[in-house]
């Protein structure tokens, strides 16, 4: 079973910048397509960037612009989403996952990380 554990989130004024970062057990990001998914209070869990294995992105259009999704191809377990120009409407748990739909993941979620963007 693979497993993922999301970091680098915390507490941002609005128009700042966070690097998040997951790392997946087994040797997968560079295989699988990985995306990174967030969950605001009271809203479904949503899919707002993911990358292939040719390091083709896709994004939200709330994310686009602002978010990069990357890949460490050296490291082969780890893909970051580079957050700049944040707004209070990105605070939300941002989870990390091999998107099988806009909403859900191939694997088990791991425990995600806290953003929160407030003055």
């Known amino acids: 079973q693979v497993q993922l554990v999301e970091s680098g989130g915390g507490l941002v004024q609005p128009g700042g910048s966070l690097r998040l970062s997951c790392a997946a057990s087994?040797?997968?990001?560079?295989?699988?397509?990985m995306g990174w998914y967030r969950q605001a209070p009271g809203k479904q869990r949503e899919l707002v960037a993911r990358?292939?294995?040719?390091?083709?992105?896709?994004y939200v259009d709330s994310a686009k612009g602002r978010f990069t999704i990357s890949r460490d191809n050296a490291n082969k377990n780890t893909v970051y989403l580079q957050m700049n120009s944040l707004k209070p409407e990105d605070t939300a748990v941002y989870y990390c996952?091999?998107?099988?739909?806009?909403?859900?993941?191939?694997?088990?979620w791991g425990q995600g990380t806290q953003v929160t963007v407030s003055s």
């Open positions: 990358i292939n294995s040719l390091d083709s992105t896709n």
């Open positions: 996952n091999s998107p099988k739909s806009d909403y859900s993941g191939l694997w088990k």
């Open positions: 087994g040797n997968i990001v560079g295989i699988f397509p």
